[in-house]
């Protein structure tokens, strides 16, 4: 009798062990009722300051067609130099708080190293050098007229692109940009609504971004019509689903998706062909990237790689649990 009381004991004790050890998993993996608004919805809060962060350097360039400032106020600062603090005091600033706030130093450590995370295969450097690039040309190839508009370009020109390419990686928007779309948002988005809704969203959310920059003179990009601002829009959206497949492949790399975008932002498209489609408009931007983004969700059914290479991504994002905030 005492024996068996013994058994049931201890199978009683194995039990509740094992009844503690679910709970726990359980609490792992859901909303502490006592953390703070921000690490409840991590994802409002790091746009709402990836926003207020970036607008609040640059809204002060605001101008009306006539030239006045549309703010009773302006920087000290000359606008380039706003434009390359901008990403930094939004996404990146952003990226940094939130991951404080969710998953604290142990978090920001594994962002930093995913900054640095360069052992992902060489193709991926040939692709955010000649890919990217190639791409782009054959977006304007394909559009009517423009190959009658070819110059080859002069022996100074080439060194434009690897002299712009440093440029755009050190001081403009990739690096910036890409520790907090890519970096912070992306992965959350991604588990949460999948990887296509999330590129959408995403690049919904990255294109509006943008959007104080169209009222900027400064500002390169072509922005004079509503349809200019259409295919902004719709370049933004092509480029974050290539950009999230390529993020999936190089299993959260941020270095390449940086170097993609760098290589997006210097190439000089408009030096080799003169037509106005090319030179004024983002179309062959949009004909480009939509034509690869849609090759792209055809081939991965709509998933861009991420269940292939999901373990690696969570662990390099959330540790080796991948167990999410």
Excluded at 98 to 106: K, L, R, S
Excluded at 187 to 213: E, T
């Amino acid at each position: 009798m005492e024996a068996k009381e013994n058994t049931e004991d201890s199978k009683g004790g194995a039990d509740t062990s094992q009844e503690e050890a679910f709970a726990d998993s359980v609490r792992s993996q859901s909303p502490a009722p006592d953390k703070g608004v921000l690490a409840r919805y991590p994802l409002i809060f790091y746009f709402i300051i990836a926003y207020a962060g970036s607008w609040l350097v640059v809204l002060p360039y605001l101008r009306t067609p006539g030239g006045a400032g549309l703010l009773p106020f302006s920087w000290p600062i000359p606008f380039p130099v706003s434009a390359a603090l901008a990403p930094f005091a939004g996404p990146c600033l952003a990226a940094f708080i939130m991951t404080g706030v969710t998953q604290g130093g142990a978090g920001i450590r594994r962002l930093l190293r995913r900054i640095v995370l360069w052992r992902v295969g060489v193709r991926w450097y040939l692709f955010a050098l000649v890919g990217i690039p190639a791409i782009t040309v054959l977006g304007a190839l394909v559009l009517p007229g423009v190959l009658a508009t070819w110059q080859a370009p002069a022996s100074s020109l080439l060194l434009i692109y690897p002299v712009s390419f440093v440029v755009s990686l050190i001081i403009g928007g990739p690096l910036g940009e890409e520790i907090g779309w890519r970096g912070f948002a992306l992965p959350r988005l991604q588990r949460a609504q999948g990887p296509l809704v999330g590129s959408l969203i995403l690049g919904l959310l990255w294109a509006f971004w943008h959007l104080p920059y169209f009222w900027m003179p400064e500002w390169g990009t072509p922005k004079g019509t509503t349809l200019d601002i259409v295919w902004f829009v719709l370049a933004d959206i092509a480029l974050t689903i290539v950009y999230t497949w390529v993020f999936n492949n190089t299993k959260g790399s941020l270095l390449i998706v940086i170097l993609v975008h760098a290589s997006n932002d210097a190439f000089f498209i408009n030096q080799l062909f003169l037509a106005p489609i090319v030179t004024d408009s983002l179309v062959p931007f949009v004909v480009g990237f939509g034509a690869a983004a849609v090759l792209l969700i055809i081939l991965t059914r709509g998933r861009l790689d991420y269940d292939r290479h999901r373990q690696d991504i969570e662990s390099n994002v959330w540790g080796k649990k991948g167990i999410p905030e």
